[in-house]
C-alpha cells in the first residue's frame, strides 16, 4: 500500500517509517529539510502550506500524521494546521485512511491518566501541545475520511515489547514505547478496528 508519513524525520516517525517498510508498504516520507532515507521516496515541505501537502498526497492510501512540536510548553497551531491541510489534500486527491497521534488526556481517555499526569504534565509541560492536539483532534473528528485517532501516554525509547494494551476508561493507562507504538500505526494502516475511533495505546 502507498503510505506518506508526516514527522518522518522525528523520533516516532523514523520508526513508522522502518516499520512500515518491514512489512513491504510503499513509503513516502514527507520531511521539512531534504535528506536521503533508503527505500522511501522523499517530498521535501512544509505542513502549514496546503500546496506542498497536496503534492505529497497525491497518488497515496494511506496517511500517518506524527507531526509534533519540539517545545511542547509553548502555544502553537502547527498540529491543527498541518491536520486541516492534510485532511483537505486527501479529500482532494481521493485518499481516505488517516491515522493521526495525540496523547492521552484528552477527549474520553481524560479519566484513564494519572492525576500527576493531567492536573502537573498537561497543565505545565504539556500545556502548549495540549491545546494544539485538542484542536487537531476536532478538525480530524469533523471530516468524512477513515480516521483514527492514537493516543498514547508518556513515551519512551526502549525497545519493541510486542505487548500492546488497548485500556478503556477508567483504566489508567501509563507509559508505551515509541517502537510499539509505531508497530501500532503501522498495524492500523490494513485494519479498520478502529476506524473513527479515538484510542489508547499502552505497554502499561
Known sequence: ?????????GKTGKLVV???????????AFLRTAAEIPNVRVVTGDASDPASVRTAVAGQQTV???????????STTLERVAASNIIAAMQAESARRLLVVSMMGLGSSRPQAPFW???????????????????????????????????????????????ILIPTPPAKAHKIT????????VDQITSTQYLKQAVVVANS
Open 64 to 74: 500517518i500524521d506524527t507531526i509534533g512540536g519540539k517545545t511542547p510548553w509553548k
Open 178 to 185: 515509541r517502537a510499539d507504538l509505531a508497530q501500532f500505526l
Open 117 to 163: 499526569y493531567k492536573s502537573l504534565l498537561m497543565t505545565t509541560f504539556l500545556h502548549g501541545s495540549t491545546a494544539d492536539k485538542t484542536a487537531m483532534e476536532a478538525v480530524v473528528t469533523a471530516s468524512d475520511l477513515d480516521y483514527t485517532i492514537v493516543r498514547p501516554p508518556i513515551l519512551t525509547e526502549d525497545a519493541t515489547t510486542g505487548s
Open 1 to 9: 500500500m502507498n503510505v506518506l508519513i508526516f514527522g518522518a524525520n
Open 18 to 28: 522502518e516499520k512500515a517498510l518491514a512489512v513491504g508498504h510503499t513509503v513516502t
